[in-house]
C-alpha cells in the first residue's frame, strides 16, 4: 500500500531494494543511466514522498519490497548519479522505503543478505520494512515483519544536488503481484556483501520492533488413523460440558449423586408439569356421571306392628298367595309341575284378549260356530255349552262361554279362531307362559282337559297377576252368572265362593287327575285404598269318599281357598310408614356427593303384622339433574311392589350442586 524512499546517504544516491521474488526473477537488470528518467512507478501506486536532501544531495529512489514483479525486472538497475533529477512519483505510491546502502556504496539485495547478518521475514503480511541497525560496523538486514508499518528513513550525512532521482521504467511499468505465502519455500539466504567496501553506517530504526515468527503447525496424522512419528493419536470429541469448561477455562462439575438428581429433575419436571396440565384440564371438562337417588338405611324397610301374621294353609297340596301392590304373602306344598285341569283357560283368554283386545263395553268381531264345536257341545266327560253350526257370537260372549260355565269346546273354537289350528294356538299359549316367566308350566291344550297340561301355584299367581289388570277378564270373571244374547244361560262353577265379601273370582278347575284347583281373587280397602289379594291353590284331591268327577275335590279346593282369603282380609292393615319432611334418602353425583331428599307428604302402605314392607326411592318423570335448588322434586318414595304400590314424591331438602373441582380431579372412575 505504501512506499517510503529514504534519503541519499554522503552523497550517494540510493539503490533499490529487491524483492524477495523479484530478485529471483530479475537478475542481472541494470538501472538506468545518470540523466535518464526513471519509469513510472506500478499502476497501483497512488503518491510518492520525497524526503529532504541531507547536505544538498538528491535522495535516490528505492524500489519497493512489496513490488514482486517489479523488483524482478529491475534487480540490476543502477541509481542515477548525484545532482540529476529524480525519476517523477509513482502514480499509487504513498511512501517507499529504500534499503541502506553497504561499505561500498551499493544497496544490499532485497531477497539476499550477507552472511552473518539477521535474514528479514518473508512474510504475507509485510507492509513496510524497518531498517536495523550496524553490527559491527555492517549494516544489519531489514526486519520485514507482519506488524511493522512505517521504516524509518535514515538521514543521510551530506547529499549533494538536491535533486530527486527519477523513476526507472521498471517502477513505471510494474503491475501488482500477490505476495507469496511463507507456507510455500523457505526464503533463500541474503548475498554476501562484496568485499573491499567498507560498511556505511546505518542508524537504529526510529521504532524498533522485535515479533517472534510462529512455530509452525505440528504433523498431525488422518483421522482414525494410526499415529506418525510417535504423535499420540487425537482424542475424541469433548463432551459438550467439558468443551464449555475449555472455553471458559472452568473445569468441569464433578458428579456427584445429588447434582444427578438435579439433573433429572430439571429434565422431567417439565414434562410432569405438563402432563398434569393436561390431566386437569381432561378431568375437568370430561361429562359427569348420572345422579342418581339411594335410599337411606335407615327408611329402606318397615316392619308392622303386632302379633306375626299367620296363613291358614291348605293341608295338602300347593298354595301361593300375594297382596297385589304390598307384598307376597308366602307358598306352601312343594313346588311341582301338576295338572291344571280347566284353570288352564286362564291362559287361553289372555291370548285371545292380547291378540285380539277389547275395551269395557265393547263387545269385539263376530265367532262363527263350525260343525266340531257343535259336536263337542254333545259330549258327556267334559264341560261344554251348547253350540251350534253356523251361529254368530261376539268375542265378548264366547269369552263368557270360556271363563263362566268353562265351556271346553268354546276353548277350541276360539284357538281355531285366532290361530287356525290348535296346536299353533297352543305354541302361542307356551311363548307367553315363558313371557311372563312361567318356568314350570307347559300347555297341551286350550281347555286343561289334557292331563299334559300342567304347572304350579307360583306359575298360576304370576298369570293371576298378569291377566287381572284387563278390566275386561276382571268383569267376566266376577260374575256368578250371565245370559248370552242368541245364546244359552250361562252358570258359574264358583258361585258360591263368588257370593262371598269381598270375593272376585277367578276360575276354577277340576279333573280326577288334577283334583280340585282354583285360581281366585279378593279385595280389602285400607287406608282409603282398595287392594287386590291374589292366590292359587292346586292339587287339592278329597280322601273322605267317592269323588265322581272331581266334585268333591272342587268343594275342597274353594273352601280352604276362602280361608286363605277371610284370614288376609282381616289382617291387612295399613299405617303412615314415612312421615312428610322425613330424610328418606340422597342424590348422589357419582363423585363422591351427597344431597338428602325429604318425602313431599305422607306415605301409608298396607301390611299385616309382622310383615317388614320394602321401601325403594326411584326415578320420577323427569331425571335427576346436576343442579337444582332446594324443594326441587326429583323422585318417588315407593313401598311395596305392582300396580298397588304407594307412591310419594320426594324433593331437595337444600341446593343441589355440581361436583367440586377437586371431586372432579380426583375422579377415577
Same mark, same amino acid.
Given at each position: 500500500?505504501?512506499?517510503?524512499?529514504?534519503?541519499?546517504?554522503?552523497?550517494?544516491?540510493?539503490?533499490?531494494?529487491?524483492?524477495?521474488?523479484?530478485?529471483?526473477?530479475?537478475?542481472? %537488470?541494470?538501472?538506468?543511466?545518470?540523466?535518464?528518467?526513471?519509469?513510472?512507478?506500478?499502476?497501483?501506486?497512488?503518491?510518492?514522498?520525497?524526503?529532504?536532501?541531507?547536505?544538498?544531495?538528491?535522495?535516490?529512489?528505492?524500489?519497493?519490497?512489496?513490488?514482486?514483479?517489479?523488483?524482478?525486472?529491475?534487480?540490476?538497475?543502477?541509481?542515477?548519479?548525484?545532482?540529476?533529477?529524480?525519476? %517523477?512519483?509513482?502514480?499509487?505510491?504513498?511512501?517507499?522505503?529504500?534499503?541502506?546502502?553497504?561499505?561500498?556504496?551499493?544497496?544490499?539485495?532485497?531477497?539476499?543478505?550477507?552472511?552473518?547478518?539477521?535474514?528479514?521475514? +518473508?512474510?504475507?503480511?509485510?507492509?513496510?520494512?524497518?531498517?536495523?541497525?550496524?553490527?559491527?560496523?555492517?549494516?544489519?538486514?531489514?526486519?520485514?515483519?507482519?506488524?511493522?508499518?512505517?521504516?524509518?528513513?535514515?538521514?543521510?550525512?551530506?547529499?549533494?544536488?538536491?535533486?530527486?532521482?527519477?523513476?526507472?521504467?521498471s517502477e513505471r511499468t510494474s503491475q501488482f503481484v500477490p505476495l507469496k505465502s511463507l507456507d510455500g519455500a523457505p526464503a533463500k539466504p541474503e548475498k554476501q556483501e562484496k568485499p573491499g567496501k567498507p560498511e556505511k553506517a546505518a542508524k537504529a530504526p526510529a521504532i524498533p520492533v522485535s515479533v517472534t515468527p510462529p512455530a509452525p503447525p505440528k504433523a498431525q496424522p488422518p483421522k482414525g488413523g494410526p499415529a506418525v512419528d510417535g504423535a499420540a493419536a487425537p482424542a475424541q470429541p469433548a463432551a459438550p460440558l467439558d468443551l464449555l469448561a475449555q472455553l471458559t477455562n472452568t473445569p468441569p462439575p464433578p458428579e456427584t449423586p445429588a447434582r444427578n438428581a438435579m439433573r433429572r429433575v430439571k429434565i422431567y419436571a417439565p414434562l410432569v408439569v405438563l402432563l398434569l396440565i393436561v390431566f386437569c384440564a381432561v378431568q375437568a371438562f370430561r361429562p359427569l356421571p348420572d345422579t342418581k337417588l339411594s335410599i337411606a338405611s335407615a327408611k329402606a324397610t318397615f316392619t308392622f306392628e303386632g302379633q306375626k301374621f299367620d296363613m291358614p294353609w291348605p293341608g295338602e297340596g300347593q298354595a301361593a298367595a300375594m297382596v297385589q301392590g304390598v307384598g307376597s304373602l308366602g307358598t306352601y306344598g312343594e313346588e311341582k309341575p301338576v295338572p291344571t285341569a280347566s284353570v288352564a283357560k286362564v291362559m287361553t283368554a289372555y291370548v285371545i284378549l292380547k291378540n285380539h283386545p277389547l275395551q269395557k263395553?265393547?263387545?269385539?268381531?263376530?265367532?262363527?260356530?263350525?260343525?266340531?264345536?257343535?259336536?263337542?257341545?254333545?259330549?258327556?266327560?267334559?264341560?261344554?255349552?251348547?253350540?251350534?253350526?253356523?251361529?254368530?257370537?261376539?268375542?265378548?260372549?264366547?269369552?263368557?262361554?270360556?271363563?263362566?260355565?268353562?265351556?271346553?269346546?268354546?276353548?277350541?273354537?276360539?284357538?281355531?279362531?285366532?290361530?287356525?289350528?290348535?296346536?299353533?294356538?297352543?305354541?302361542?299359549?307356551? +311363548?307367553?307362559?315363558?313371557?311372563?316367566?312361567?318356568?314350570?308350566?307347559?300347555?297341551?291344550?286350550?281347555?286343561?282337559?289334557?292331563?299334559?297340561?300342567?304347572?304350579?301355584?307360583?306359575?298360576?299367581?304370576?298369570?293371576?297377576?298378569?291377566?287381572?289388570?284387563?278390566?275386561?277378564?276382571?268383569?267376566?270373571?266376577?260374575?256368578?252368572?250371565?245370559?248370552?244374547?242368541?245364546?244359552?244361560?250361562?252358570?258359574?262353577?264358583?258361585?258360591?265362593?263368588?257370593?262371598?265379601?269381598?270375593?272376585?273370582?277367578?276360575?276354577?278347575?277340576?279333573?280326577?287327575?288334577?283334583?280340585?284347583?282354583?285360581?281366585?281373587?279378593?279385595?280389602?280397602?285400607?287406608?282409603?285404598?282398595?287392594?287386590?289379594?291374589?292366590?292359587?291353590?292346586?292339587d287339592q284331591h278329597f280322601k273322605g269318599g267317592p269323588d265322581p268327577n272331581a266334585e268333591n275335590s272342587l268343594l275342597m279346593v274353594k273352601n280352604v281357598s276362602y280361608k286363605m282369603i277371610k284370614a288376609v282380609q282381616d289382617s291387612l292393615t295399613s299405617v303412615t310408614i314415612v312421615k312428610k319432611g322425613d330424610v328418606v334418602g340422597y342424590v348422589e353425583d357419582g363423585l363422591g356427593g351427597k344431597t338428602p331428599v325429604v318425602a313431599t307428604k305422607d306415605l301409608t302402605g298396607a301390611g299385616w303384622p309382622g310383615m317388614a314392607a320394602k321401601l325403594t326411592l326411584g326415578k320420577g318423570a323427569k331425571p335427576v339433574p346436576h343442579e337444582a335448588k332446594a324443594g326441587t322434586e326429583v323422585g318417588e318414595l315407593t313401598v311395596g311392589s305392582g300396580t298397588g304400590a304407594m307412591k310419594v314424591p320426594v324433593a331437595l331438602q337444600k341446593n343441589l350442586v355440581e361436583p367440586s373441582f377437586g371431586a372432579k380431579l380426583t375422579r377415577l372412575g
Amino acid at each position: 500500500m505504501f512506499r517510503a524512499v529514504r534519503p541519499e546517504a554522503d552523497g550517494g544516491a540510493e539503490t533499490p531494494a529487491k524483492d524477495a521474488k523479484g530478485a529471483d526473477d530479475a537478475k542481472g %537488470a541494470k538501472a538506468p543511466a545518470k540523466g535518464e528518467d526513471v519509469p513510472a512507478d506500478r499502476a497501483t501506486s497512488v503518491f510518492r514522498t520525497v524526503r529532504p536532501e541531507a547536505d544538498g544531495a538528491a535522495e535516490a529512489p528505492a524500489k519497493g519490497a512489496d513490488d514482486a514483479k517489479g523488483a524482478d525486472d529491475a534487480k540490476a538497475a543502477k541509481a542515477p548519479a548525484k545532482g540529476e533529477d529524480a525519476p %517523477a512519483d509513482q502514480a499509487t505510491a504513498v511512501f517507499r522505503a529504500v534499503r541502506p546502502k553497504g561499505d561500498d556504496g551499493s544497496e544490499a539485495k532485497g531477497a539476499e543478505a550477507a552472511k552473518g547478518e539477521d535474514t528479514p521475514a +518473508d512474510r504475507a503480511t509485510a507492509v513496510f520494512g524497518a531498517v536495523s541497525p550496524k553490527k559491527n560496523g555492517k549494516a544489519a538486514a531489514s526486519v520485514d515483519q507482519p506488524t511493522e508499518l512505517l521504516k524509518a528513513p535514515e538521514a543521510e550525512p551530506g547529499g549533494k544536488g538536491g535533486k530527486t532521482p527519477a523513476e526507472s521504467d521498471s517502477e513505471r511499468t510494474s503491475q501488482f503481484v500477490p505476495l507469496k505465502s511463507l507456507d510455500g519455500a523457505p526464503a533463500k539466504p541474503e548475498k554476501q556483501e562484496k568485499p573491499g567496501k567498507p560498511e556505511k553506517a546505518a542508524k537504529a530504526p526510529a521504532i524498533p520492533v522485535s515479533v517472534t515468527p510462529p512455530a509452525p503447525p505440528k504433523a498431525q496424522p488422518p483421522k482414525g488413523g494410526p499415529a506418525v512419528d510417535g504423535a499420540a493419536a487425537p482424542a475424541q470429541p469433548a463432551a459438550p460440558l467439558d468443551l464449555l469448561a475449555q472455553l471458559t477455562n472452568t473445569p468441569p462439575p464433578p458428579e456427584t449423586p445429588a447434582r444427578n438428581a438435579m439433573r433429572r429433575v430439571k429434565i422431567y419436571a417439565p414434562l410432569v408439569v405438563l402432563l398434569l396440565i393436561v390431566f386437569c384440564a381432561v378431568q375437568a371438562f370430561r361429562p359427569l356421571p348420572d345422579t342418581k337417588l339411594s335410599i337411606a338405611s335407615a327408611k329402606a324397610t318397615f316392619t308392622f306392628e303386632g302379633q306375626k301374621f299367620d296363613m291358614p294353609w291348605p293341608g295338602e297340596g300347593q298354595a301361593a298367595a300375594m297382596v297385589q301392590g304390598v307384598g307376597s304373602l308366602g307358598t306352601y306344598g312343594e313346588e311341582k309341575p301338576v295338572p291344571t285341569a280347566s284353570v288352564a283357560k286362564v291362559m287361553t283368554a289372555y291370548v285371545i284378549l292380547k291378540n285380539h283386545p277389547l275395551q269395557k263395553g265393547d263387545k269385539g268381531p263376530d265367532i262363527e260356530v263350525d260343525a266340531e264345536a257343535e259336536q263337542e257341545a254333545k259330549s258327556q266327560d267334559e264341560s261344554r255349552v251348547p253350540l251350534t253350526k253356523g251361529e254368530k257370537f261376539s268375542e265378548y260372549d264366547m269369552l263368557q262361554m270360556l271363563l263362566i260355565p268353562s265351556g271346553n269346546n268354546a276353548a277350541r273354537l276360539l284357538a281355531r279362531w285366532d290361530a287356525k289350528t290348535r296346536d299353533a294356538f297352543v305354541a302361542k299359549m307356551n +311363548d307367553a307362559a315363558k313371557e311372563l316367566g312361567m318356568s314350570k308350566t307347559t300347555y297341551t291344550d286350550p281347555s286343561g282337559f289334557d292331563k299334559t297340561t300342567v304347572s304350579t301355584a307360583v306359575d298360576q299367581l304370576k298369570l293371576a297377576e298378569a291377566v287381572m289388570k284387563n278390566e275386561v277378564f276382571r268383569e267376566i270373571v266376577a260374575k256368578p252368572n250371565a245370559d248370552v244374547p242368541g245364546g244359552p244361560h250361562l252358570n258359574n262353577n264358583n258361585d258360591t265362593l263368588l257370593l262371598k265379601v269381598g270375593v272376585l273370582g277367578i276360575k276354577t278347575g277340576s279333573s280326577t287327575p288334577a283334583g280340585g284347583t282354583l285360581m281366585w281373587a279378593a279385595k280389602r280397602t285400607v287406608g282409603g285404598k282398595e287392594h287386590m289379594i291374589l292366590g292359587a291353590t292346586m292339587d287339592q284331591h278329597f280322601k273322605g269318599g267317592p269323588d265322581p268327577n272331581a266334585e268333591n275335590s272342587l268343594l275342597m279346593v274353594k273352601n280352604v281357598s276362602y280361608k286363605m282369603i277371610k284370614a288376609v282380609q282381616d289382617s291387612l292393615t295399613s299405617v303412615t310408614i314415612v312421615k312428610k319432611g322425613d330424610v328418606v334418602g340422597y342424590v348422589e353425583d357419582g363423585l363422591g356427593g351427597k344431597t338428602p331428599v325429604v318425602a313431599t307428604k305422607d306415605l301409608t302402605g298396607a301390611g299385616w303384622p309382622g310383615m317388614a314392607a320394602k321401601l325403594t326411592l326411584g326415578k320420577g318423570a323427569k331425571p335427576v339433574p346436576h343442579e337444582a335448588k332446594a324443594g326441587t322434586e326429583v323422585g318417588e318414595l315407593t313401598v311395596g311392589s305392582g300396580t298397588g304400590a304407594m307412591k310419594v314424591p320426594v324433593a331437595l331438602q337444600k341446593n343441589l350442586v355440581e361436583p367440586s373441582f377437586g371431586a372432579k380431579l380426583t375422579r377415577l372412575g
